[in-house]
């Protein structure tokens, strides 16, 4: 029997709500105060040793007798590797060439990264039919595991990508004093790091990552990440033990961002498992929003079994959006399982964002496009890697990063398919932040045989069946869609980038795993396919990848749903004195027959050319002013790269998506922030680029538009175009009122001849801004514009600022920054602001800026707000500024 209560006070009388709001905090009280299960991880205290130097057997190393004080302490999670460079076994492989000075596992052979993990830890054997069960989230590549004494997993655990959880009631000691014993295999085969995409391909064997034998962004890792790689717990419950609980959320019809909603309908399941000899009656219920809704059930002995609650309605519910288009609402759920009838068994708490995603074929442009709430959704995506390549995954840097793609105006972020399926705490953050994700499973072109590769061990025939074991291969599919399944992000599951799973594995998955897991999304057979975005131009269906003209970004027509298109990435000189050795910090020296010189360090880290894209600015003097004049040509490129998708919103394109913006490892392509968590000016030449109320300039046709990504007309706006030339002398070319329909782009303005003429012998700046009708500033888009040469001569003989900067401390661990500059003096082009340690003038990380590389106008001024975490005993920081014409200051913070 299902019963449903609604304890919302709009709908009852008040004697009503009186006697429900008495009997529902008695029933509450009841609840809490019931003995419930608890959770925790297994984190710290681990010992570990290679097998090499272990010659005692699983049961004999998992008794507490056998000594490991002598052990190494270990990293878990983590890899063999993480736990080496935590112990100066191995230096940094990070910084400069020192992966080279590490050991690689296809030369050494698997045993020398075959280790021992042993962790001690207290829990009494549980009473009156409880439960206790030891979870791992994820082992990497197979692994033994036993308890004090005995085998817990009757055969090899197989695949990095599949939980595991084993009831150890029985196995747990007497006295409370237990030994877990875990033998961890790499992967097999490991591959040969020849230098092509995943080395020799043979990596793809498996069920793992692919990068870890190498890419064109990363060296190998030596270990393949070899490990306990994701999280140990300890659950401890009632009879029955509550798995994968399932929420999906029904919003019905075109809904708007804000007033009273119409309801919305939430389905929830969850499976029961009873470990116990005898049948368990019991009630499962889940609370939402001061909704109660619960289910009595029998669960048979020894059983596992799914349980739906019926459908509920949710009036007016508070819904979640994308970034740039509403609030990302959510609820938490809690659901229970109670045994007689107040005593609870377990709980778990699902964040449910309350939305509803829809895709559909556009006839115009040939692609797919998404639809949230029932609102077209212009996509705006970053590719993502993986947090961090030896898998050093914190709560924190997840939010960071994906804050910093948030502060990109993206609404999308694709996790590319050589990696992993996203953890559930990179699902959080995208939920927080209103990222969207484009989830790809584990198959690559590169590693599974789409395209001939002389690199490869293998043909492509025999590489089209990777990996070698299908039934795991599905089996961890399943396992991953339910692990992150009811996050609201979660938009799009792929089969493969760029590439099809082997087609028994993609039927399976599609049709049958698909529907029954999670039925809500959509299914993308590959990354680019043609599904997705038809590929009526030729090529692979995405790219081009690299240096572009700005023209190209706006003029070339490229795939119509492009999963994959990017630039450069090079990050300023601060960035790069991180991990590459004084000795090697020497500017690459352009050359346009093709005989560009780059130091060997560079070319290890992935260093993608800029061409002659530097030149203009005036040649490099050293790798300080490389770095420097690269930050502008970052801003320009990635800019460009969105206004130019932009400007064919709809006509040409549904979306594009970023290659790539974040780097695992210390790569020098393709990042709007180093690994550090640094930004460079990639990242807010997109924030510009990508804002949902937006002027732009086309280079080529010279003409002004209006991009408005929201749901709503904005009228009464006033566009401003004007010029400043190289003194500061504003010239307001035009302005006019104007409105912006929703979801559209629109021309206003030819302005080629006029510009054109202002930049002839100089260069100019070119200045759009956006006014409401009370001459509050929307946007403002500053462009610096060569001379009839395409040569910035102008900003060579730039005079020095005369810019003033204020900064106070307006909350704990946030900081606001005033820039004024004067009214007879230049622009003041192009200021980076850092927030730095008072003593060491070193830059404090993470630091997020609502703007930075940032140019202010003769006689204006701009309010900065920089926010991050301050550190107990530490003093205030200083604020840094330097720019084009401004030699660096330090700002005390009032």
């Not at 927080?432 to 789409?450: E, R």
């Not at 700046?765 to 001459?775: A, M, P, R, T």
Request: proline share 5%; with cysteine; glycine share 8%.
């Amino acid at each position: 029997m299902q019963t449903t209560f609604n304890y919302s006070s709009r709908y009852l009388s008040k004697r009503t709500r009186q006697y429900l709001k008495v009997t529902f905090a008695v029933f509450a009280g009841l609840v809490s105060t019931a003995k419930a299960q608890t959770s925790y991880e297994l984190n710290t205290g681990w010992k570990c040793a290679p097998i090499a130097d272990v010659k005692a057997s699983g049961t004999t190393v998992s008794a507490n007798t056998f000594t490991v004080n002598n052990w190494m302490s270990a990293t878990v999670p983590g890899t063999v590797l993480t736990t080496l460079l935590n112990n100066k076994k191995v230096p940094d492989p990070f910084y400069g060439m020192n992966n080279e000075r590490i050991k690689d596992i296809y030369n050494t052979g698997r045993d020398y990264y075959t280790y021992w993990f042993v962790k001690d830890f207290k829990e009494a054997a549980p009473v009156a039919g409880n439960q206790v069960y030891l979870n791992f989230r994820g082992v990497n590549y197979s692994c033994e595991i036993y308890l004090n004494g005995k085998k817990v997993n009757p055969q090899t655990h197989h695949g990095m990508f599949l939980r595991q959880s084993y009831n150890i009631t029985s196995l747990l000691s007497k006295d409370g004093e237990n030994r877990l014993a875990v033998l961890v295999y790499p992967p097999d085969p490991v591959g040969n790091p020849n230098g092509g995409q995943g080395g020799d391909g043979r990596i793809a064997k498996g069920v793992g990552l692919q990068y870890t034998a190498g890419w064109d962004w990363i060296q190998p890792m030596r270990d393949r990440n070899t490990g306990i790689w994701d999280k140990v717990t300890i659950e401890k419950t009632g009879a029955i033990n509550i798995i994968n609980p399932h929420v999906v959320t029904v919003v019905p019809g075109v809904r708007s961002v804000n007033g009273v909603q119409q309801p919305a309908i939430i389905k929830a399941t969850a499976e029961l498992q009873n470990a116990t000899a005898k049948a368990v009656n019991g009630t499962l219920q889940y609370m939402l929003d001061g909704n109660l809704v619960k289910r009595s059930v029998t669960i048979p002995a020894n059983s596992t079994q799914e349980i739906a609650l019926g459908d509920f309605t949710l009036k007016n519910p508070k819904l979640w959006w994308p970034n740039g288009y509403g609030p990302q609402n959510l609820y938490d759920l809690k659901m229970q399982f109670l045994t007689d009838g107040t005593k609870l068994s377990d709980q778990e708490t699902v964040s449910v964002g309350v939305r509803q995603i829809t895709s559909d074929w556009s006839t115009e442009t040939h692609s797919r496009y998404i639809m949230v709430n029932g609102q077209k959704v212009f996509i705006k995506g970053g590719n993502w890697i993986i947090s961090d390549a030896m898998l050093r995954f914190t709560n924190a840097r997840y939010d960071a990063e994906v804050r910093f793609h948030r502060d990109m105006n993206l609404n999308l972020i694709r996790v590319w398919g050589g990696a992993l399926v996203e953890r559930p705490e990179f699902y959080k953050a995208c939920d927080k932040y209103g990222m969207l994700v484009f989830q790809d499973f584990w198959i690559s072109g590169d590693a599974d045989g789409k395209w001939l590769d002389p690199f490869k061990a293998e043909d492509q025939w025999t590489r089209r069946k990777y990996p070698d074991d299908h039934k795991l291969y599905l089996k961890s599919v399943a396992d991953q869609i339910k692990l992150v399944r009811n996050h609201a992000s979660l938009a799009i599951w792929c089969g493969g980038n760029e590439t099809t799973p082997p087609e028994d594995i993609l039927l399976a998955v599609r049709d049958t795993i698909m529907p029954k897991l999670d039925g809500t999304r959509w299914f993308v057979d590959y990354s680019n396919s043609d599904k997705m975005s038809l590929n009526t131009l030729g090529g692979n269906g995405d790219g081009p990848y690299g240096i572009q003209p700005l023209s190209a970004f706006w003029e070339a027509r490229t795939y119509p749903f492009n999963s994959e298109v990017g630039s450069v990435g090079v990050s300023d000189y601060e960035s790069l004195q991180r991990f590459i050795p004084k000795e090697n910090l020497v500017a690459p020296q352009y050359s346009a027959n093709g005989k560009t010189k780059t130091d060997s360090v560079w070319e290890y880290h992935k260093y993608i050319g800029y061409d002659a894209a530097i030149d203009p600015y005036g040649k490099a003097k050293d790798a300080k002013d490389f770095a420097t004049k690269a930050q502008l040509v970052n801003y320009d490129q990635y800019r460009s790269l969105m206004e130019g998708f932009s400007s064919h919103m709809w006509s040409w394109y549904t979306g594009t998506i970023i290659w790539k913006t974040q780097n695992p490892w210390t790569a020098m392509r393709g990042q709007m922030y180093d690994y550090y968590l640094d930004p460079n000016a990639c990242l807010y030449g997109l924030h510009n680029g990508s804002e949902s109320l937006h002027a732009m300039y086309n280079p080529v046709t010279g003409m002004v538009s209006i991009i408005n990504n929201g749901f709503e007309i904005k009228r009464d706006l006033m566009l401003a175009v004007s010029t400043i030339d190289m003194a500061g002398k504003d010239s307001l070319l035009t302005q006019l009122f104007v409105e912006a329909q929703p979801s559209t782009v629109k021309a206003f303005l030819p302005m080629k001849p006029a510009v054109d003429q202002s930049a002839k012998d100089k260069g100019v700046f070119l200045c759009l801004q956006i006014l409401d009708k009370n001459k509050n500033k929307l946007s403002e888009n500053i462009y610096w514009i060569a001379d009839e040469h395409g040569i910035y001569s102008g900003l060579k003989d730039l005079q020095q600022a005369k810019l003033s900067t204020t900064a106070r401390k307006s909350a704990d661990g946030k900081i606001e920054v005033t820039l004024t500059n004067a009214t007879k003096a230049p622009l003041a082009f192009f200021n980076r602001l850092s927030l730095v340690d008072p003593v060491t003038h070193k830059r404090i990380l993470p630091v997020f800026y609502s703007d930075n590389y940032i140019s202010v106008l003769p006689g204006d001024h701009k309010k900065v707000v920089l926010d991050y975490e301050p550190q107990a005993g530490q003093p205030m920081p200083l604020v840094s500024i330097s720019g084009w014409n401004l030699a660096e200051q330090f700002i005390a913070v009032q």
